[in-house]
């Protein structure tokens, strides 16, 4: 017997009352932490999928781990997460208070980029490259850095300013001077609370398995001049380039082997003469000036008849000029 696939009346009323349940379930206004968010005012088709984005990060994630290898003896393992677009001001509120901020300017795009440290990963990297452990959450004391974090910190900076660098070289020439650093989310001048920021999300893995998070963000009125180069997928790699793979399909290209003749002349003789053509017979050819010398069926060079090491052989003289080529 087939089910009907009609509600019942018990059913329906079940489901309107769950529905009024739930309009008039709200939040309790008293809660601090609770925000209103509007769905959909984000824009983020304005950098279409971020592919270009999302490859440079992948990028700098390999190339950044050479700056974190001294400090932990050890291969670091470095993830990027997809970038988001989000207000400054929501971003500032989501993060601690105290934090290593460091504001480096783009000339090149006429703007700025946030560099955002979590203090328990700076005071892990000072523990280890100094020899201790790597043990997370160190710090008892809020509120400044010591003067040896502050180094670990410089150290931190310029390192990623020179592999972010190096990553975006492929898409476009920047260079990141650093301008200020800030030690409090609240104070920093880096862009206006109301402008809508591009935060790009690393997490580094430590050699305990405890993991950290620093984020690098770009103000999204900076990256509209470029917003096209942004979209596109096509990666051209010319920052690194695989040496290795280049010299061994240079090599495997220069052992393909070709097939080379040496043209005399072509004489033309009929049908009926071939014929009567008999054993030992000689035909007579004219050489014109010089021989022809052919590669997979095509005239390349011109050359002299002779001989080297009691061997004929053929002295190339020029190369022969190939339809649409210039003198």
């Known amino acids: 017997m087939a089910s009907s696939k009609k509600l019942s009346t018990d059913e329906v009323e079940a489901l309107i009352g769950g529905l009024a349940d739930e309009e008039t379930a709200g939040i309790d206004p008293q809660r601090s932490d609770v925000r209103p968010v509007s769905l959909g005012l984000d824009d983020f088709s304005v950098l279409g999928d971020y592919y270009a984005l999302r490859m440079i990060n992948e990028r700098f994630c390999r190339l950044c781990r050479s700056?974190?290898?001294?400090?932990?003896?050890?291969?670091?393992?470095?993830?990027?997460?997809?970038?988001?677009?989000?207000?400054?001001?929501?971003?500032?509120?989501?993060k601690d208070d105290f934090m290593?901020?460091?504001?480096?300017?783009?000339?090149?795009?006429?703007?700025?980029?946030?560099?955002?440290?979590?203090?328990?990963?700076?005071?892990?990297?000072?523990?280890?490259?100094?020899?201790?452990?790597?043990?997370?959450?160190?710090?008892?004391?809020?509120?400044?850095?010591?003067?040896?974090?502050?180094?670990?910190?410089?150290?931190?900076?310029?390192g990623i300013n020179e592999a972010l660098a190096a990553a975006w070289a492929d898409l476009i020439d920047l260079k990141f001077d650093i301008l200020i650093r800030e030690e409090n989310v609240q104070q920093t001048t880096f862009s206006d609370d109301d402008e809508t920021i591009i935060i790009c999300g690393f997490m580094l893995q430590f050699p305990d398995n405890s993991s950290s998070r620093l984020d690098i963000l770009y103000p999204l009125q900076m990256l509209k001049p470029i917003a096209s180069q942004l979209r596109t997928r096509l990666q051209t790699e010319t920052g690194n380039l695989d040496l290795t793979w280049k010299q061994k399909l240079e090599q495997a290209v220069l052992r393909v082997p070709v097939t080379l003749t040496a043209e005399l002349a072509r004489p033309?003789?009929?049908?009926?003469?071939?014929?009567?053509?008999?054993?030992?017979?000689?035909?007579p050819i004219i050489i014109g000036d010089g021989v022809e010398v052919r590669?997979?069926?095509?005239?390349?060079?011109?050359?002299?008849?002779?001989?080297?090491?009691?061997?004929?052989?053929?002295?190339?003289?020029?190369?022969?000029?190939?339809?649409?080529?210039?003198?």
Request: glycine letters at 6%; hydrophobic letters at 35%.
């Open 100 to 158: 290593s901020f460091t504001i480096s300017k783009v000339e090149s795009l006429k703007g700025t980029q946030l560099l955002a440290l979590d203090p328990e990963m700076v005071s892990s990297l000072t523990s280890s490259y100094y020899g201790g452990s790597v043990v997370k959450s160190l710090r008892n004391v809020e509120g400044e850095f010591t003067a040896t974090e502050h180094r670990i910190i410089e150290m931190v900076t310029v």
């Open 268 to 283: 033309k003789i009929s049908i009926g003469r071939l014929t009567q053509v008999k054993k030992n017979e000689v035909l």
């Open 295 to 327: 590669i997979q069926g095509r005239q390349i060079f011109r050359a002299d008849l002779g001989s080297a090491s009691n061997r004929a052989a053929v002295e190339l003289k020029k190369r022969t000029k190939r339809d649409g080529e210039q003198d």
């Open 67 to 94: 700056v974190f290898l001294p400090m932990l003896r050890s291969q670091p393992k470095l993830s990027a997460f997809p970038p988001e677009i989000k207000k400054f001001s929501d971003y500032k509120s989501e």
